[in-house]
T-cell receptor, first 116, second 113 residues
């Protein structure tokens, strides 16, 4: 276990549904991330939260809406998704402000999302 | 443009054999390079990290090398086991604080008995 948990592990939703992905880190980190992983493609960084403030949004469509209520929890709210949004969504956390060799991102197991 | 290219895309080897995975990068300014292992249905887990001044790092049967001049890294797996079957992802940290991660697409390794 990496200390980062994600729920649900699998999710199937229709294009008109609203759902949320949850991530929780038990490592005392101060930064959290959402990534999208599609088959045979590099991980795509979606959002970065540092000290509970969103510091990066990589041109993600508005149908994805992140929320970071505190430093341990991160949500990704989903609304009117498209079939091409089907992918593995990974959450990660890290400790900002430490020497580079210790600034490792720890990943959760991911949520496998299928949009019908 | 910051990029990380990995080869081969996929690889099948017999249990007990060795293999080497390649990573070429064009990332500037370079901060560090990590190899991650991602088992099916799980998130990536870090295997090794190397900074600019390091050219080899071992973690059990995994040995990573880094040539900062040619901007190449390799991950050598010795005496492969069935549990080595996974995707291996090369990740290069860029930027002054190393907080910009550039991911490769990964090499899918399958170890057969």
């Amino acid at each position: 276990e990496t200390g980062v948990t994600q729920t649900p592990r699998h999710l199937v939703m229709g294009m008109t549904n609203k759902k949320s992905l949850k991530c929780e880190q038990h490592l005392g980190h101060n930064a959290m991330y959402w990534y999208k992983q599609s088959a045979k493609k590099p991980l795509e960084l979606m959002f970065v939260y540092s000290l509970e403030e969103r510091v990066e949004n990589n041109s993600v469509p508005s149908r994805f809406s992140p929320e970071c209520p505190n430093s341990s929890h991160l949500f990704l709210h989903l609304h009117t998704l498209q079939p091409e949004d089907s992918a593995l969504y990974l959450c990660a956390s890290s400790q900002e402000g430490v020497p580079l060799q210790y600034n490792e991102q720890f990943f959760g197991p991911g949520t496998r999302l299928t949009v019908l | 443009k910051n990029q990380v290219e990995q080869s081969p895309q996929s690889l099948i080897i017999l249990e007990g054999k060795n293999c080497t995975l390649q990573c070429n990068y064009t990332v500037s300014p370079f901060s560090n390079l990590r190899w991650y292992k991602q088992d099916t249905g799980r998130g990536p887990v870090s295997l090794t990290i190397m900074t600019f001044s390091e050219n080899t790092k071992s973690n059990g049967r995994y040995t990573a090398t880094l040539d900062a001049d040619t901007k190449q890294s390799s991950l050598h797996i010795t005496a492969s086991q069935l549990s080595d079957s996974a995707s291996y992802i090369c990740v290069v940290s860029a930027g002054e604080y190393g907080n910009k991660l550039v991911f490769g697409a990964g090499t899918i390794l399958r170890v057969k008995s």
